[in-house]
T-cell receptor, first 115, second 110 residues
Framework: ETGVTQTPRHLVMGMTNKKSLKCEQH?????MYWYKQSAKKPLELMFV???????ENNSVPSRFSPECPNSSHLFLHLHTLQPEDSALYLC??????????????FGPGTRLTVL | QKEVEQDPGPLSVPEGAIVSLNCTYS??????FMWYRQYSRKGPELLMY????GNKEDGRFTAQVDKSSKYISLFIRDSQPSDSATYLC??????????FGSGTQLTVLP
């Protein structure tokens, strides 16, 4: 596959479950991002990793835990989520996480529903 | 007040119409302005970006920035059904983060 891929595409979980979202980029980029997209609301930047180092963390609750084992993979570990966390979670990558004018390429997203 | 305001629509136009999509922003530090297009069940993709004030044209698309009024516009000429999507404006300021509008849903009717 090319570009940015995300798995799973859909996820339904209970408030006590633990699950992980996976993102993989095949573009040779050095930066990866997690965004949250809720209905009728702007995209919210959650985390930024540049060269596997977390460079931004926008006051995201600790029930969301990112992991970036290498520059091609990004995970978002989820535990004890709330129903208001239901949203589309988008992963993106760019050449550099230091130059925010670099074009960000988005994956298709994971549609998360928390019951 | 949101840093970037965008009318969510929905907006429906007939094929061939000129479409005008607009955003306003409040942060004077914003310098780069972008338009993303998001098809249903897909992630956003960058359509165009501009720096500071002025116009930028790419085929049927024209992006316009007026920094004096803090107004961002995207015009689509000869709109096609394939243009039906949600259009997101975004700005990049000194905080080095993209700030997005909430998106405008556009439907071009054949």
């Amino acid at each position: 596959e090319t570009g940015v891929t995300q798995t799973p595409r859909h996820l339904v979980m209970g408030m006590t479950n633990k699950k992980s979202l996976k993102c993989e980029q095949h573009l040779g980029h050095n930066a990866m991002y997690w965004y949250k997209q809720s209905a009728k609301k702007p995209l919210e930047l959650m985390f930024v990793y540049s060269l596997e180092e977390r460079v931004e963390n926008n006051s995201v609750p600790s029930r969301f835990s990112p992991e970036c084992p290498n520059s091609s993979h990004l995970f978002l570990h989820l535990h004890t989520l709330q129903p208001e966390d239901s949203a589309l979670y988008l992963c993106a990558s760019s050449h550099s996480g230091r130059d925010f004018t670099d074009t960000q390429y988005f994956g298709p997203g994971t549609r998360l529903t928390v019951l | 007040q949101k840093e970037v305001e965008q009318d969510p629509g929905p907006l429906s136009v007939p094929e061939g119409a000129i479409v005008s999509l607009n955003c306003t922003y409040s942060n004077s530090a914003f310098q780069y302005f972008m338009w993303y297009r998001q098809y249903s069940r897909k992630g956003p993709e960058l359509l165009m970006y501009t720096y500071s004030s002025g116009n930028k044209e790419d085929g049927r698309f024209t992006a316009q920035v007026d920094k004096s009024s803090k107004y961002i516009s995207l015009f689509i000429r000869d709109s096609q059904p394939s243009d039906s999507a949600t259009y997101l404006c975004a700005s990049l300021g000194s905080a080095r983060q993209l700030t997005f509008g909430s998106g405008t849903q556009l439907t071009v009717l054949p």
